[in-house]
């Protein structure tokens, strides 16, 4: 053998070995995801603290919850639980876990994990959104084996394993049992631990949190970043500005702003049916609003038939809207025949002020009526009062005299509660999020022991009050997927003839994306947030994710 | 001078007390945390729970009592949002705050009082009615907007300095110069109407007829004297500053004590909204005292009155 056939072995088995390394060492995470929101809310990576969807920007990112997403589509999909299933009877859930899931201090995460979370976000400390409505609705929880829990109900519960998961709110996150005894809450909350693709590093209270991506391959996918930060800059100007410049990679911005980000070369990412913000009408059926012109239904609809949906979509949302689907209902919505009520959307939220006159005539309004409107935004949707103010303008040319008055959402939300004095006979601007599971939303809006009670409470409960009811309860008692889905249907169509609350339009997430530092990616349907999207952004020249 | 401090402190303390009650029935008239808090499909009893969880249930006075109980002792109660001592929180953040302060009175002084002392020395020209004008802009410049403003020209279209956010010195350049020139324009208002009266004082005339240089009676003898209503203004200054940096810390990101404020009142936070403001008041309080106490020193009347 001569001497250049023995110099040509070695280099093919150091070019092999670069081959096998090299993939390896190209998908190694690198580089700081810089990512900059409005508000940290509490700022606690305790779950139990405050579970509202704003914390799941960041809680998302460490924790993993029982039930996760459906990332195609939005709603439900597998999440520490891979499957669940109702037991025969109606009152039970059982979960199976996904196998060798980890957490962050290498120690297994087991269905003792799930049920010390549940039980802990269930206990009397908990200051979880959802803790109260999980108190009434879970009865007791079991741990089958390490890989199975099984959650016992009070009544038949379809919609548990949405409440507990991450398409809702983070109340299903999974929390590290054995490290908690160990360390106590303070001490937890100052070192958290949890079981998802970024692991804490450091909370600077009222500034920023950071997050370290894991070094193992995670269900979730491994990110492409190495380091998250998560940055509070309350100022929309200057989140925009901190794009622009590439101190931010992606910033959290509203419709208003669409456009000077756009001109400002940042690309946005937008979020499909995230909310919808509606109209709805207060009190109607209590006795001292039986006269006004807004207890009549097709007096409603022509305040629908009013609206230009497609010109507050073009210009008040920067053209970044949907047409809206029925009250609470998306394209991700569970047990629904989503593709009917699209088109029964389209036909019935169509733009048409000569109907809608003609229908005030016919009703005794020729001249129009006076209406009041209390127009508010909930927190992280400011554009619901410029969608409010629209809509007056829109009923003013019909006729209608709109008296205005504008609340901030604090002072708003109390005058909900109690016998609402201050609004029955008011419309108001409202809010419903993209919830994969319809009956939960129309329970808080029009159940008669519900805060809302836009049909009827208890003692005034007229005929449409009591056929919600009976559909309602139908749905919720309802095993079979298709009877369920038919029930479904007949409620919404039910709630949907009403005219009681009105979707505007369907908005949605937007982030201004600063394309050097960050590569293109999707958000997933329904989630405001992003917080389980940071692992599957990548670098601007990897391939883009779910594009 | 003891009489005078004692006075002080007990006219401090009756103002504090009043600040704690004004606050704690403003905070409660905007509303209930626990509705911001709750989900849609909260009853009436999760409401009463999470009142009573967040020890906001009883009557308003029997709150206010204790409350004032545990603010004797120290205690002004746990941040509902962050569930921390409020104190605790406010502590945290107050460095931030006052890492910025000095540096934007240093940025006012130092172009505010020489720009007053030369509109002085030229009353009625050209640089006096310069002066004015920026003293004007300085006033009149909502601090917002100069900010974006700001942050447009020297990030984002130069690159030369960060948008925002606590760092190195380069962050402080941009939130200093916002804050500062707002008091620019006080200092340089304050400085000319004081020179202005020194430069007409007998022991100027006297220092002008015994030959010293014009510089010397101007820098040495005018400026010093007017520099003492100047003391007043200080205080006030850094009074302002603590309080009113909720504008200039939200547009830069800045985590300190002035957007502790704001989240507080947005988040109903009301422990923590009334451990800030009685701490601030504490603060300017003190503040003032030394205040006071040095006018005293540098100007006897005040002492002897």
Redesign the interface.
Same mark, same amino acid.
């Given at each position: 053998m001569t001497f250049a056939k023995w110099a040509v072995w070695p280099a093919l088995v150091g070019i092999a070995t670069l081959a096998a390394v090299l993939p390896a060492k190209a998908q190694e995470p690198k580089g700081t995801l810089v990512f900059a929101v409005d508000s940290l809310a509490a700022q606690t990576l305790d779950p139990i603290l405050e579970q509202r969807p704003g914390n799941a920007v960041y809680q998302a990112a460490m924790y993993d919850s029982l039930v996760g997403f459906d990332i195609e589509k939005g709603g439900i999909g597998p999440g520490v639980a891979e499957s669940w299933q109702m037991s025969d009877d109606g009152l039970a859930w059982t979960f199976k876990l996904r196998a060798g899931q980890k957490w962050h201090n290498g120690d297994p995460l087991t269905a003792h994990d799930v049920k010390f979370s549940l039980e802990r976000t269930m206990s009397p400390k908990s200051q979880a959104a959802a803790a109260a409505s999980m108190r009434r609705s879970i009865k007791s929880i079991e741990v089958i084996d390490d890989l199975t829990v099984r959650v016992n109900t009070n009544g038949t519960q379809i919609g548990l394993p949405a409440a507990l998961s991450r398409a809702v709110a983070p109340e299903g996150s999974i929390m590290p049992k054995a490290y908690i005894e160990k360390v106590g809450d303070e001490e937890f909350r100052k070192k958290p631990i949890g079981s998802g693709p970024w692991k804490f590093v450091r909370n600077v209270p009222g500034d920023r949190i950071e997050f370290e991506a894991v070094n193992y391959d995670h269900w979730r996918g491994r990110p492409k970043f190495k380091y998250l930060q998560i940055l509070l800059v309350p100022e929309e100007a200057t989140r925009i500005a901190m794009a622009r410049t590439g101190e931010v990679g992606i910033a959290a911005i509203t419709p208003e702003t669409i456009d000077g980000a756009t001109r400002g070369g940042l690309e946005i990412v937008t979020v499909p049916g995230t909310a919808q913000p509606v109209f709805q009408f207060w009190g109607t059926w209590r006795p001292e609003a039986k006269d006004s012109p807004i207890a009549k239904k097709r007096v409603r609809q022509a305040l629908s038939l009013a609206i230009d949906r497609k010109q507050i979509i073009q210009h008040v949302m920067g053209g970044k809207a949907a047409m809206p689907r029925p009250f609470s209902t998306f394209s991700f919505t569970d047990s629904l025949s989503v593709d009917r009520w699209k088109a029964w959307a389209d036909e019935n939220f169509r733009y048409d002020p000569e109907l809608a006159k003609k229908i005030l005539a016919e009703e005794g309004y020729p001249n129009g009526f006076e209406l009041k409107f209390a127009n508010t935004a909930l927190p992280g949707t400011q554009f619901m009062v410029a969608v409010g103010t629209a809509m007056v303008d829109m009923w003013t040319k019909i006729g209608v005299k709109v008296t205005v008055k504008h609340y901030e959402w604090g002072a708003f939300a109390p005058l909900v509660r109690g016998e609402q004095p201050t609004l029955t006979g008011w419309a108001s601007m409202y809010r419903t999020v993209g919830r994969p599971d319809a009956p939960w939303r129309y329970n808080a809006a029009f159940s008669p022991d519900s805060n809302e009670r836009l049909l009827g409470d208890t003692k005034n409960c007229n005929e449409d009050c009591k056929k919600f009811v009976e559909l309602y309860k139908a749905v919720i008692n309802e095993r079979d997927p298709k009877k369920r889905t038919e029930l479904n249907d007949a409620m919404v169509e039910h709630v949907a003839n009403q005219w009681m609350s009105i979707p505007t339009i369907e908005g949605m997430g937007y982030y201004a994306v600063n394309t050097k530092k960050v590569g293109q990616f999707t958000a997933i349907p329904g989630r405001h947030e992003l917080g389980d999207v940071f692992e599957r952004v990548p670098h601007p020249e990897q391939k883009p994710w779910n594009k | 001078m003891g009489r005078f401090i004692v006075r002080r402190l007990l006219q401090g303390l009756i103002l504090l007390f009043l600040v704690a009650g004004v606050v704690f029935i403003l905070g409660r008239l905007?509303?209930?945390p626990a509705?911001?808090?709750?989900?849609?499909? &909260?009853? &009436?009893?999760?409401?009463v729970?999470?009142i009573a969880?967040l020890g906001l249930d009883g009557p308003l006075h029997t709150q206010f009592l204790k409350f004032i109980g545990n603010a004797l002792t120290g205690d002004l109660g746990t941040s509902i949002? =962050?569930?921390q001592p409020a104190v605790e $929180?406010f502590f +945290?953040?107050l460095p931030?705050t006052l890492a910025i302060i000095p540096w934007a009175i240093l940025f006012a002084m130092t172009i505010g009082i020489p720009l007053g002392v030369a509109a002085a020395l030229n009353r009625g020209n050209a640089i006096d009615r310069a002066a004015g004008t920026v003293a004007v802009l300085g006033i009149a410049m909502p601090s %917002?907007w100069l900010g974006?403003i700001l942050? %447009?020209v020297f +990030? $984002?279209e130069l690159?030369w300095l960060? +948008?925002?956010? =606590?760092g190195g010195p380069e962050h402080y350049v941009l939130p200093v110069i916002t804050l500062g020139t707002f008091l620019t324009a006080g200092f340089m208002r304050l400085t000319r109407s004081s020179m202005l009266d020194v430069m007409e004082s007998e022991f100027v005339k006297l220092a002008r007829i015994k030959g010293l240089s014009e510089r010397t009676v101007i820098w040495k003898h005018c400026l010093r004297n007017a520099m003492i209503p100047l003391l007043t203004l200080w205080g006030v200054f850094v009074g302002n500053l603590i309080t009113g940096a909720i504008v200039t810390e939200? $547009? %830069? &990101?800045w985590?300190?004590i002035g957007?502790?404020t704001?989240?507080a009142v947005?988040y109903?936070d009301f422990p923590l909204l009334q451990a800030v403001i009685i701490l601030k008041s504490i603060l300017i309080l003190g503040i003032n005292l030394l205040v006071d106490i040095l006018y005293a020193f540098v100007d006897p009347r005040i002492r002897l009155s």
């Open positions: - | 905007t509303g209930n509705d911001l808090m709750l989900p849609e499909d &909260a009853t &009436a009893e999760d409401r729970r999470l969880q949002r =962050m569930r $929180v +945290s953040r931030n %917002f974006i942050i %447009f +990030s $984002v690159g960060p +948008s925002g956010r =606590m939200t $547009v %830069f &990101a985590p300190g957007r502790l704001y989240e947005i109903r």
